[in-house]
């Protein structure tokens, strides 16, 4: 079964400066789709970006990007330049590829990012 | 364009009571999915739906626990005789077409149930 681990229940950065957050999964599959979710406070899950497993290049969504290590099994997202509106729950989730279960996301439990201004 | 819409937003229920979820997916969508957050958690799944179809049941708990998507009307998750322990968070996911390739399922803002 496939599993997803973010590893920083909390972070913290200041306005205007640059994030990482870190997610790791499992599988045995070689053909997923990996995506980056925000949930403000007002509990809204938002798709912040998205990344196929057999694409090389990491996604690019204005100030996010990722990097997507395959080999490593990491899929991490940088948001450049942090805003007052980023802060917010970040989840990392994981879809299969493969016909039969590919409608089921598998979910971190979320790393809690802090904007100090 | 109306997003996916669940009510009610916030649900009281005292144990023993019934709770019922509603979600209306987007226009043209036709596949709903429900997933559940406790509290300090991820999503976990609970159900995949299609018209007057159960597709995957897999992730709901056996007992209590029912939902349905009828012909006419929102998708709704049922919980008999809440306890504590269903206290969490409920979305509702809807896709036009099954979940292939790259296409995307399309969030809800939830419903919060607090069970007293």
């Known amino acids: 079964a496939q599993t997803v681990t973010q590893s920083q229940p909390e972070m913290s950065v200041q306005e205007a400066e640059t994030v990482t957050l870190s997610c790791t999964y499992d599988t045995s599959e070689s053909d997923y789709y990996l995506f980056w979710y925000k949930q403000p406070p007002s509990r809204q899950m938002i798709l912040v970006i998205r990344q196929e497993a057999y694409k090389q290049q990491n996604a690019t969504e204005n100030r996010f990007s990722v990097n997507f290590q395959k080999a490593a099994k990491s899929f991490s997202l940088k948001i450049s330049d942090s805003q007052l509106g980023d802060a917010a729950m970040y989840f990392c989730?994981?879809?299969?590829?493969?016909?039969?279960?590919?409608?089921?996301?598998?979910w971190g439990a979320g790393t809690k990012l802090i904007i100090k201004p | 364009n109306a997003g996916v819409m669940q009510n009610p937003r916030h649900l009281v229920r005292r144990r023993g009571q019934e709770a019922r979820l509603r979600c209306s997916p987007m226009k043209g969508h036709s596949h709903v999915y429900w997933y559940r957050q406790l509290p300090e958690e991820g999503l976990k799944f609970m159900v995949y739906l299609q018209k007057e179809n159960i597709i995957d049941e897999s992730g709901m708990p056996k007992e209590r626990f029912s939902a349905e998507f009828p012909k006419e009307g929102p998708s709704i998750l049922r919980i008999q005789q809440v306890v504590r322990g269903d206290s969490a968070a409920y979305f509702c996911?809807?896709?036009?077409?099954?979940?292939?390739?790259?296409?995307?399922?399309?969030f809800g803002p939830g419903t919060r149930l607090t069970v007293l």
């Open positions: 996911a809807s896709s036009q077409r099954p979940l292939a390739g790259n296409n995307l399922q399309f």
């Open positions: 989730a994981y879809r299969s590829a493969k016909g039969g279960s590919n409608y089921q996301l598998i």
